[in-house]
Nanobody, 117 residues
């Protein structure tokens, strides 16, 4: 069982990207999903989260209004849509699934986002 992120790329400031988090061998519908990022030399920080039914969503102040977290439990996937990207958004982005009831949590391997002209 695992989650796999994809969609990272190098983009110019002001650009957009959509990251995907796809779960395999477990039902993401029973898990809350968080997106974290870690820039070089900095601690990993949570930037967005969505509860297992999608009823509650959180954004860090640094991304509020620019990033949108979403999920489709039938697709066993979640996404992070990022707009108005800034150089300070450069980081490795991780998907993290935490159980709503019981079970293990899952971290993805990360996907690199670089915002640079």
């Amino acid at each position: 069982a695992q989650v796999v992120e994809s969609g990272g790329d190098k983009v110019q400031p002001g650009g957009s990207l959509k990251l995907s988090c796809v779960a395999s061998d477990f039902l993401l519908r029973n898990y809350h999903v968080q997106w974290y990022r870690q820039a070089p030399g900095k601690q990993r920080e949570m930037i967005a989260s969505i509860t297992y039914l999608g009823g509650n969503i959180f954004y860090a102040d640094s991304v509020k209004g620019r990033f949108t977290i979403s999920r489709d439990n039938d697709a066993n996937a979640a996404w992070l849509e990022m707009t108005e990207l800034k150089s300070e958004d450069t980081a490795t982005y991780y998907c993290h699934a935490t159980p709503a009831f019981q079970g293990l949590d899952y971290w993805g391997q990360g996907t690199q986002v670089t915002v640079s002209s």
